[in-house]
């Protein structure tokens, strides 16, 4: 007889999932927001450093700010948390899927306890 197979909640390779799975949901819902207050402050900072500079610099008082791309993106998490979704959930699928105990091995080894008997 086999031992029972353990709950998927009692995997640490789940919560791993979970969580990253939670992350990438939230950046989603966020990235709109994050989008615009960041916008804003990059901004405010080509506006500092044109002052600091003293106003010499035309080339970027020039540039429409909407039109520059965006210095800090949410790319490097989207990575992260996207690689630590696809090997968390390869981990859960080895665990569940290719270490299950074939049916047909357990139907002729009970079948063969129950001729012992």
């Known amino acids: 007889m086999q031992p029972p197979q353990k709950k998927l909640t009692e995997s640490a390779w789940f919560w791993v999932y979970l969580f990253s799975t939670a992350g990438l949901i939230g950046l989603v819902i966020m990235q709109g ?3 615009t207050r960041q916008d804003l402050e990059e901004i405010n900072f080509q506006a500092r450093m044109h002052t600091y500079t003293g106003g010499t610099d035309t080339s970027e008082a ?3 700010p909407a039109e520059s791309e965006q210095i800090v993106t949410l790319t490097p998490l989207y990575i992260v948390f ?3 979704f696809a090997i968390s959930w ?3 699928w080895k665990q ?3 270490n299950r105990p074939r049916d047909s091995q357990t139907s002729t080894g009970e079948s063969a306890c129950s001729t012992e008997h």
Do not use: E, H, V, Y
């Open 33 to 35: 927001k994050f989008d």
């Open 90 to 92: 390869a981990m859960i």
């Open 82 to 84: 996207g690689l630590i």
């Open 62 to 64: 020039q540039q429409d």
């Open 96 to 98: 569940r899927i290719l």
